[in-house]
Nanobody, 117 residues
Framework: QVQLEEFGGGLVQAGGSLRLSCAAS????????MGWFRQAPGKEREAVAT????????YYADSVKGRFTISKDIAKNTVNLQMNSLKSEDTAVYYC??????????WGKGILVTVSA
């Protein structure tokens, strides 16, 4: 089993920054992808940013390109999301996600990010 512990989140004014971290523990061997998803009230959960664990290639939603940066620390089984120039539209519950070979997937409990207008 794998557990995901999420850190960060909170309240920030528009234009400010926050940093989210997610640490995976347990049987993490075989991890090939980690990332962050978010869900705003009344909307579907969407991928925000992901990073390939082996190659380091990244994916960003169009809405966050140029503002968010995802990074990884393999030794600590940790993924980070630096969120800059935050907008009110970024307000959501953010969920950490990991994919582990061959077909395992785990989710964090979610942390709230609120950006005041």
């Amino acid at each position: 089993q794998v557990q995901l512990e999420e850190f960060g989140g909170g309240l920030v004014q528009a234009g400010g920054s926050l940093r989210l971290s997610c640490a995976a523990s347990g049987r993490t061997a075989g991890t090939w992808l980690m990332g962050w998803f978010r869900q705003a009230p009344g909307k579907e959960r969407e991928a925000v940013a992901t990073i390939n664990w082996n190659i380091g290639s990244t994916y960003y939603a169009d809405s966050v390109k140029g503002r968010f940066t995802i990074s990884k620390d393999i030794a600590k089984n940790t993924v980070n999301l630096q969120m800059n120039s935050l907008k009110s539209e970024d307000t959501a519950v953010y969920y950490c996600n990991t994919k582990i070979s061959p077909r395992f997937e785990y989710w964090g409990k979610g942390i709230l990010v609120t950006v005041s207008a």
